[in-house]
């Protein structure tokens, strides 16, 4: 007997499908697997006020070393580090010259690659064909095999400049990589000097913030001694103690401003800031010396020798280059080729040989509008280059101009500023004499030695400002050594200044 008909209502026939759609969505996402956000990318933050959360493939990488533990290899130098050492560790550690570097021989990488378009292209193949034939009036077949070992030459033989302006636009784009590593190497050394004097010059005011609290500490004992033999007042002693807290607030504020310098010089070195290091206190018997030469001298050196405005003329030329490779590529090409193949075939017949040689002429169907605007644009951008290379000889006369002075301000400095100490450190004496003797009130002692520590502090700013002006001065003329020296003709101080 036949099963009576069940009537399936039309709605049921299209949920069918689409479970099966929904049920194959689920069982891919296992094998498929999906991020949700824009087209598979990390969602952002839900909120505006909420932190994102990111992914683990979005984490920095893990430090290479703890923070506080400097290299084996510098460990034995960082007890007792000279300027000479500090630059060099500068170096050594300092990504910036290792990135500099890195684009020097990626540049020389490139000028490898367009020279290379002088050289001829030869390409080697060979093919192998297995044939079966039939001859229908004998009803015979034949089967052989050809093989065709092939050489293939290609020459560029003129181009009207195009090869030639690429390479020369390589070779001073090489030229300008290979100048900003230098200019690279030389602010790094900058930096690492005068971190260096900052530093020295922090720890020296310490010391003598030290020998002002030491005096202030002094006076105080005395002003209550005094007081209690009845010989001053309480005055006396509030004010003493108002000068003791003043020298122990400066000696503690010059402590956080020698770790601060610490950390920055540390910075400089490529190294954490937390490294545990000291370094050698230099002597200060070195005269403070003049400049032989003239600053007209000066800028003309530093027109030759500036590494970074090498660098710009060198990219201006390397966008003049570039002008002749644009005008090229709407001229004709002359190209040689040559080939030569070899037919073998097993049946026992002898290979035969083939030549062809070709000389050809090509043409490319440019817009001549077109192409004049290209040229147009590559020239506005050579010119444009060039603008600036000279707008940076300018700068480049205005810093050395600036830095001479200011070494000039800075060797009148020591030599005020030693006078000053001088006088401070006399009328100090003299107010602490009259003091002990009675003749003198405990506010001309206090305002005496308040002048000697101002004096103080000021003599080791200018004396170690000097330096770091001496340094500015010769990495802007362009000659600073990679040792921290600076090569200029000095000569003893006619003024008074190097007293």
């Known amino acids: 007997?036949?099963?009576?008909?069940?009537?399936?209502?039309?709605?049921?026939?299209?949920?069918?499908?689409?479970?099966?759609l929904a049920a194959a969505l689920l069982l891919s996402s296992g094998c498929f697997p999906y991020t949700s956000g824009f087209r598979g990318l990390p969602e952002t933050s839900p909120a505006a006020h909420t932190p994102w959360t990111p992914p683990p493939k979005a984490a920095p990488p893990a430090p290479a070393q703890s923070a506080a533990t400097p290299p084996s290899d510098l460990a034995a130098r960082l007890a007792k580090l000279r300027l000479e050492d500090v630059v060099d560790i500068a170096l050594r550690n300092n990504s910036a010259t290792r990135a500099a570097w890195a684009r020097a021989r990626a540049a020389a990488a490139a000028y490898g690659v367009k020279r290379n378009a002088y050289l001829p292209s030869a390409d080697v193949n060979a093919?192998?064909?297995?044939?079966?034939?039939?001859?229908?009036?004998?009803?015979?077949?034949s089967l052989r095999t050809v093989y065709v070992p092939a050489a293939r030459l290609t020459y560029l033989l003129f181009d009207f400049g195009g090869r030639s302006g690429e390479?020369?636009?390589a070779r001073e784009d090489l030229f300008a990589a290979d100048w900003t590593h230098n200019a690279t190497i030389q602010a790094v050394v900058l930096e690492a000097e005068q971190g260096y004097f900052h530093y020295v010059a922090a720890k020296s005011l310490l010391r003598a913030q030290q020998t002002s609290l030491e005096e202030a500490e002094t006076n105080l004992s005395a002003a209550e001694e005094r007081h209690r033999v009845g010989l001053a007042t309480i005055a006396d002693v509030?004010?003493?103690?108002?000068?003791?807290?003043?020298?122990?607030?400066?000696?503690?504020?010059?402590?956080?401003d020698l770790m601060t310098t610490r950390g920055a010089l540390a910075t400089a070195m490529g190294l954490p800031?937390?490294?545990?290091?000291?370094?050698?206190?230099?002597?200060?018997?070195?005269?403070?010396?003049?400049?032989?030469?003239?600053?007209?001298?000066?800028?003309?050196?530093?027109?030759?020798?500036?590494?970074?405005?090498a660098a710009s003329w060198a990219s201006a030329r390397a966008a003049r280059a570039r002008v002749g490779v644009e005008r090229a590529k709407g001229l004709p090409e002359i190209n040689l080729a040559g080939s030569a193949t070899r037919t073998y075939i097993d049946t026992g017949s002898r290979g035969s040989d083939g030549?062809?040689?070709?000389?050809?002429?090509?043409?490319?169907?440019?817009?001549?509008l077109t192409h004049n605007d290209d040229v147009r644009q590559v020239k506005a951008e050579a010119e444009a280059a060039e603008a600036e290379a000279r707008t940076m000889s300018q700068q480049v006369v205005f810093q050395v101009f600036s830095s001479y002075h200011s070494l000039g301000t800075a060797t009148q400095r020591v030599r005020t500023t030693r006078d000053l100490l001088e006088s401070a450190r006399a009328a100090?004496?003299?107010?602490?004499?009259?003091?002990?003797a009675g003749a003198g009130s405990a506010l001309d002692l206090l305002s005496a030695q308040?002048?000697?520590?101002?004096?103080?502090?000021?003599?080791?700013?200018?004396?170690?400002?000097?330096?770091?002006?001496?340094?500015?001065?010769?990495?802007?003329?362009?000659?600073?050594?990679?040792?921290?020296?600076?090569?200029?003709?000095?000569?003893?101080?006619?003024?008074?200044?190097?007293?």
């Open 167 to 169: 390479a020369a636009g």
């Open 428 to 436: 100090e004496e003299v107010a602490l004499g009259r003091y002990r």
């Open 273 to 309: 800031a937390d490294v545990p290091y000291d370094i050698e206190a230099p002597s200060d018997s070195l005269p403070v010396m003049g400049l032989a030469d003239s600053v007209s001298t000066l800028i003309d050196q530093a027109l030759r020798a500036r590494p970074d405005l």
């Open 355 to 368: 030549y062809t040689g070709t000389v050809s002429l090509d043409i490319p169907l440019v817009p001549f």
């Open 1 to 20: 007997m036949r099963a009576p008909a069940v009537a399936v209502p039309r709605a049921s026939l299209v949920a069918v499908p689409r479970a099966a």
């Open 450 to 499: 308040s002048a000697l520590a101002d004096a103080r502090a000021e003599e080791i700013d200018a004396r170690f400002g000097w330096y770091s002006a001496l340094a500015q001065l010769a990495h802007d003329v362009g000659v600073l050594g990679t040792r921290g020296e600076t090569p200029f003709r000095l000569e003893p101080d006619t003024t008074g200044m190097g007293r």
């Open 127 to 141: 093919s192998v064909t297995r044939a079966q034939t039939v001859d229908t009036r004998v009803r015979e077949t």
């Open 238 to 256: 509030l004010q003493a103690r108002t000068a003791r807290s003043q020298a122990r607030l400066a000696f503690e504020q010059t402590q956080g």
